[in-house]
């Protein structure tokens, strides 16, 4: 379960270098598709990760507005402070885990069961389809995207020196 975590997280540090080269008007711009802008995508994973990982601990969900992080350092603020307590749970991760259930009730009332193996892989799957928005989106500008390759980011305790 870590490694893609940890790939995630290198990944999304890879992207805010990214952006770093970017205007503030460039990352907040409109695009077609996605979560609509660079910037707001970036917020929605950090988001989504999180909420998802209170949800499994049984605490509340991030009810914060995008309005309030409009600057890709504001983005990034947020991510470390929330990603203290993601790494914390992903460190402690363990096979015991992965069938307990967990119970959301959907807008129309119906109860819906997914084991937190399943959301675990859901927030890495989550991510991974952004960043390949995020990547769409750097060709779309002329730029070359953040490299989305799994191999040679020493991920793996076997990996190549």
């Known amino acids: 379960m870590q490694i893609f975590f940890k790939y995630n997280w290198m990944v999304r540090e890879d992207w805010y270098r990214w952006c770093e080269e970017l205007s503030e008007e460039e990352l907040q711009q409109n695009r077609t598709g996605g979560m609509g802008s660079i910037l707001y995508t970036l917020f929605h994973i950090v988001?989504?990760?999180w909420s998802w990982i209170r949800l499994l601990q049984g605490k509340t969900d991030f009810q914060e507005s995008f309005d309030g992080y409009k600057s890709?350092?504001?983005v990034r603020k947020l991510d470390a402070e929330f990603h203290l307590e993601v790494e914390n749970f992903v460190k402690n991760w363990d096979a015991s885990m992965e069938n307990r259930l967990f119970y959301d009730?959907?807008?129309d009332g119906r109860i819906v069961t997914d084991t937190w193996g399943e959301i675990m892989r859901h927030t890495n799957a989550h991510e991974i389809h952004h960043i390949g928005q995020?990547?769409?989106w750097a060709r779309d500008i002329g730029i070359n995207p953040v490299s989305a390759n799994?191999?040679?980011r020493g991920l793996s305790s076997h990996s190549y020196k």
């Open 47 to 49: 988001d989504v990760e």
């Open 105 to 107: 009730t959907l807008p």
């Open 150 to 152: 799994l191999i040679g």
């Open 72 to 74: 890709l350092n504001k």
């Open 134 to 136: 995020l990547s769409i």
